[in-house]
């Protein structure tokens, strides 16, 4: 058990700011915040009279309604506000919708955006605690937990785990998210992708780069496949989604030299028969709709850890 | 400060609670029991244990954390969240007669919380609680059904129980 009992920091800007205890603890109290899930009211009032904000510049289903789903079980109040019809479009910068929605006092904003960055510039402006739900190329930490939280789900720890993950390793914030989290939970994590899509300084972080899917996958405890972004491809990246698949594309065959209780996670959403074959994404290997539904309890426990505050004065 | 209840009296204590949940309760088929978290929770499974020893009824037995309906969560400006444990309740409340158990009975927002809680599970017919120890100094209108024992206290003093299962011996002690 983690010997924290709270988080250091008022935001959640990244996994690179964690401590291994401080994850330990989003993990843990997770799992109290799943049960919630399973009541008769799916609601506790925790959070009554907050106010959070999902400001989400970026295109996202997902992500955004676990959150707000989150929220919601919580008993906070929620706002969400996206690019389109709003005032970004009319050329307002993110530091002006800041200070606008700063003025509404939030308890905590929820912020997705294209560029890298943009969490901590927000954070500097407003007095609300900031969560990073995505930002450019950088990290996405949620996402990073709920997928641990999966793992210790189904193998018990994170220790010593060996986790392959595949696909377009360069434009990852998903990568880079889980790299630095199961790099710092002593996971042996093994990247795998296009030679043209694999960033300099993956080893650096911990990782293992191969250049061969199925070197990468041997013995894998764990294999997480990323999406292929279409907007990637024809260009100068990937030659064709056949050839692609072909080389990384996860197939129940590619599977048998994994650990024989491998598991298959993506973070949605997916391309099948480019990055996974329908057969692997429904088989009984895929733990993908549990992610979706961890990404609550996750979000749960991050949004009740940061709601206490050290400075905001509630 | 001195121990106020040993080991002794502590099991003395929860095997007369166990007599008289019997004798007000006539039939144990709807019973259950429900521990807050934490200490609550072995005073719980100890009464059950108690009830199956005199009567041979199997009362099921949950746990209930209450941290997330706490008054006072989101008021502390500075200090760290509580940290949130399971809540396991294993059967159906409804229409059930809850026997629920704590260690110490104070100010009385923690069994308000409970009671929040609980009825978030169901519809329970009853709610009776049970307590070790009622140290006084209600801040709301809730009594407990069975006590193990009544402790004066100042506000100023604290009541540690501790039990085998969570703090390796069982004693009741009042500090400061």
Not at chain 2, 1 to 27: C, F, K, Q, W, Y
Not at chain 2, 90 to 105: G, H, N
């Amino acid at each position: 058990m983690s010997t924290l009992t709270a988080l250091r920091g008022r935001h959640l800007l990244g996994i690179a700011d964690l401590e291994p205890g401080e994850i330990e603890l989003v993990l843990e109290t997770a799992v109290a915040m799943k049960e919630v899930g399973t009541r008769p009211i799916k609601k506790v009032p925790t959070m009554r009279g907050q106010t959070v904000i999902n400001l989400f510049m970026e295109p996202s289903t997902r992500t955004r309604m676990s959150f707000e789903l989150a929220e919601k079980r919580l008993s906070a109040d929620t706002l969400g506000m996206t690019t389109s019809g709003s005032s970004v479009t009319k050329g307002e910068t993110l530091a002006d919708t800041a200070r606008t929605l700063e003025a509404m006092a939030p308890d905590m904003i929820v912020l997705r955006h294209p560029s890298s960055g943009a969490p901590h510039q927000l954070a500097r402006i407003c007095r609300a605690s900031i969560i990073n739900a995505g930002d450019g190329m950088h990290e996405h930490p949620t996402q990073a937990l709920l997928d641990a939280f999966t793992m210790m789900e189904r193998k018990g720890r994170l220790n010593g785990v060996r986790v392959a993950i595949v696909g377009d390793l360069a434009h990852s914030r998903v990568l880079r998210s889980n790299a630095l989290l199961l790099v710092k939970m002593g996971a042996d994590v093994r990247a795998c992708g296009p030679a043209t899509l694999v960033p300099p300084g993956l080893d650096r972080l911990g990782v293992r780069v191969f250049r061969s899917l199925d070197a990468a996958i041997e013995g894998a405890d764990v294999v997480m496949m990323l999406r292929v972004q279409y907007e990637r491809m024809h260009g100068l990246y990937l030659p064709s989604v056949r050839e692609y698949f072909n080389e990384f594309g996860l197939t129940p065959a590619r599977l048998e030299r994994a650990a024989p209780d491998v598991i298959v996670m993506h973070p949605g959403p997916m391309n099948r028969g480019v990055e996974i074959d329908s057969e692997v994404a429904d088989g009984p290997w895929s733990v993908i709709l549990d992610q979706v539904a961890n990404g609550v309890a996750v979000r749960m426990a991050v949004l009740y850890l940061l709601a206490g505050g050290e400075e905001g004065e509630r | 400060m001195p121990v106020v209840m040993d080991a002794e009296r502590i099991h003395r204590s929860l095997t007369r609670i166990a007599h008289e949940i019997l004798e007000r309760n006539r039939g144990t088929d709807q019973l259950a029991l429900v521990g807050i978290r934490a200490r609550g929770v072995p005073i719980a499974t100890r009464v059950a244990g108690h009830l199956k020893a005199i009567a041979g009824v199997d009362v099921p037995t949950g746990a209930l954390d209450i941290t997330l309906y706490r008054d006072d969560l989101m008021r502390h400006a500075v200090g760290p969240q509580p940290v949130i444990r399971r809540t396991e309740i294993p059967f159906s409340i409804d229409d059930r007669l809850i026997l629920l158990a704590d260690d110490v009975l104070y100010t009385g927002r923690t069994i308000r919380a409970a009671l929040d809680a609980l009825i978030d599970f169901g519809r329970p017919k009853e709610i009776q609680l049970v307590v070790l120890v009622d140290r006084g100094h209600r801040e709301l209108p809730i009594r407990a059904d069975y006590v193990g024992r009544n402790i004066p206290t100042s506000r100023q003093q604290s009541v540690q129980v501790r039990l085998v299962e969570i703090d390796g011996r069982d004693e009741v002690e009042v500090e400061g």
